[in-house]
């Protein structure tokens, strides 16, 4: 069984910065695709930013400049640094990883984090 955890997230003004971690727990064989999304109330999830196994990142353009991705393929790990944080940012953010469980699988499971809330406020 395979386990995102995530920490980070809390309430913030407009303005500051926050970081995002999430880490993979449990027995697999390699995670391929790690990224992050956000659901905001009333509204659909949507992606936030992906990181591929080699590092190759995609942004939904509002966030592009003020959002970093990055991930620790040795921890498991996928980080967001998030700067210049609007109120449109606030949502619940939860983070995805497609895993690999086994060297003889041939497709990846995907798996999500429990989410956590973040607050743009003053």
């Known amino acids: 069984q395979v386990q995102l955890v995530e920490s980070g997230g809390g309430l913030v003004q407009p303005g500051g910065s926050l970081s995002l971690s999430c880490a993979a727990s449990?027995?697999?064989?390699?995670?391929?695709?790690m990224g992050w999304y956000r659901q905001a109330p009333g509204k659909q999830r949507e992606v936030v930013a992906t990181?591929?196994?080699?590092?190759?990142?995609y942004y939904t353009d509002s966030v592009k400049g003020r959002f970093t991705i990055s991930r620790d393929n040795a921890k498991g790990t996928v980080y967001l640094q998030m700067s210049s944080l609007k109120p449109e940012d606030t949502a619940v953010y939860s983070c995805?990883?497609?895993?690999?469980?086994?060297?003889?699988?041939?497709?990846?499971?995907?798996?999500w984090g429990q989410g956590t809330q973040v607050t743009v406020s003053s």
């Open positions: 995805n990883a497609w895993v690999r469980l086994s060297s003889r699988d041939f497709r990846d499971n995907s798996y």
């Open positions: 449990g027995t697999f064989f390699s995670i391929n695709g």
């Open positions: 990181v591929s196994s080699v590092g190759t990142t």
